[in-house]
């Protein structure tokens, strides 16, 4: 059997479409670009001669077009710079033809500490970024070229962690901001994540290309706590998580859409989490492609992703109203994963949150080939199940397992755990080859459709403590 077909809808589903297209539609007013004064400032003004470091000649532009507004132009050439803080008012572009580039020395990048502490200052210890933006408004990055960290282990040694990553700069560090536009530039090689955007209003990224594997932790594109927040036409390509919602920040991330967009990874394509101490609400992706690569630029880690869609509700919070629909999942060993747990990870002296909440989740009209074998599978605990989950119109082909047939019972509730859809590998693969689900409470399929490519010997479906 690989066909899970039922005809009734759950009332929520309707008007969960009904809201979140009509936000859609809504984002997509209100969400505009960069508007400001055409006042150009560059660098060489400031005494900036090619071949020189460009940080402090960078900085005085910036500084400068920030009085009254104005862009900031790299016009040509390469760039090398150290940390460069915008301004209110401030487009930094770096035209095609220019490149801008992290200086290697780390000296150049000091540390800056968010004003409003926050669960990832505290956890990750992440100050250092080339570009870095704090309670501004009003602020742009474009322009058809490049911004290149030259991460490489060999410029920024380091392991892969999920704690702190001192000693290897982000790309893009942006906080407490409004109206923040991204376009068209060609983002690589960052020491650690790419861009992290947190508890910023009014949010657009479009455009652009990201390719990070120059070294370990290297996300693609990070999302915390932000509100109205519009990311289209982007490529990502990525060793860690390639687009990744979180809630480190504490605040609430809400109206978010993402639409005609590529993210390709080594782990996690699509993801909540980890840290989720804040809400997570309004969501819709449509039309992405998404999944594993199809090989390993870095040598680092593997091809396939760990998971195409993965939310994973850990430190409290509330995950709700989320549809994701007409997506390609390639490459994926768990194309859908969903945990909730009670991790409680929380900033010093705050009190533990206990267990979050997961519901109302549409996943429609996803297709997808070269997945498996480990399969898709859900996990909420016993205290506190993960509600009203509905899959329509999936049609999955993924590799067969070749492992030992599990079943449920062989699996513990898995707590403290670190929740990545690989969490299960020691054991083997999931106990179904189309969905495996524990703790759930309205769960609903219609014509889903899970087709290994060869004989897999395990059941279609494996429900423990799940009611329809």
């Avoid at 652009?208 to 915390?224: F, K, S, T, W």
């Avoid at 997506?327 to 533990?352: C, H, M, Q």
């Avoid at 996803?366 to 989950?389: A, C, F, H, Q």
């Amino acid at each position: 059997m690989n066909r899970k077909q039922e005809e009734s809808h759950p009332l929520w589903m309707a008007e969960l479409e009904k809201d979140l297209e009509t936000m859609a539609d809504e984002l997509t007013d209100e969400v505009q670009g960069w508007h400001g004064p055409e006042a150009v400032f560059t660098p060489e003004e400031f005494g900036w001669i090619p071949g020189e470091k460009a940080t402090a000649a960078i900085q005085q532009a910036v500084d400068a077009a920030a009085v009254n507004g104005g862009i900031v132009r790299l016009s040509h050439g390469k760039y090398v710079s150290g940390t460069i803080e915008m301004r209110s008012g401030v487009c930094l572009e770096v035209c095609a033809g220019a490149e801008l580039l992290g200086s290697t020395c780390l000296a150049d990048y000091p540390e800056h500490h968010a004003r409003r502490l926050t669960v990832q200052d505290t956890s990750m210890g992440m100050h250092q970024s080339l570009i870095f933006a704090e309670g501004c408004e009003n602020i742009c990055l474009r322009g058809g070229g490049i911004l290149n960290g030259q991460g490489s282990s060999t410029n920024f040694p380091g392991e892969e962690t999920a704690q702190g990553t001192p000693g290897r700069p982000f790309l893009i560090r942006v906080i407490d901001c409004s109206r923040v536009h991204i376009a068209n530039l060609t983002m690589k090689n960052a020491a650690c994540w790419m861009q992290n955007y947190l508890n910023c209003e009014h949010l657009l990224i479009e455009g652009i290309a990201v390719r990070n594997h120059a070294n370990y932790n290297n996300d693609g594109m990070d999302i915390d706590g932000c509100r109205n927040v519009v990311i289209r036409h982007c490529r990502i390509s990525s060793g860690d998580d390639a687009l990744c919602f979180k809630g480190a920040g504490q605040s609430e991330l809400r109206r978010v859409l993402v639409e005609d967009c590529d993210f390709y990874s080594a782990c996690n394509a699509v993801k909540v989490g980890t840290d989720t101490q804040g809400d997570f609400r309004q969501v819709l992706i449509r039309r992405c492609r998404i999944g594993g690569l199809a090989e390993d630029p870095s040598g680092l880690k593997h091809a396939c992703s760990d998971s195409g869609i993965s939310l994973e509700m850990v430190d409290g919070g509330t995950l709700e109203d989320f549809l994701i629909r007409d997506i390609y999942i390639t490459r994926a060993w768990s194309p859908f994963f969903l945990r909730l747990e009670n991790r409680g990870r929380v900033k010093p002296g705050d009190p533990a949150p206990g267990p979050g909440t997961m519901r109302r989740i549409l996943f429609s009209n996803i297709t997808g080939d070269e997945n498996g074998p480990r399969g898709s599978y859900m996990l909420g605990i016993p205290e506190k199940p993960i509600e009203d989950v509905a899959f329509r119109q999936i049609m999955i082909r993924q590799k067969a397992s070749a492992g030992p047939v599990l079943k449920d019972s062989d699996f513990s509730e898995m707590r403290g755990v670190y929740p990545d859809a690989h969490m299960i590998d020691e054991s083997g693969d999931a106990p179904a080859f189309g969905l495996w689900a524990r703790h759930v409470k309205g769960l609903h399929l219609n014509n889903y459709e899970v087709h290994p490519t060869g004989n897999d010997p395990r059941p279609f479906i494996e429900f423990s403590d799940v009611d329809p």
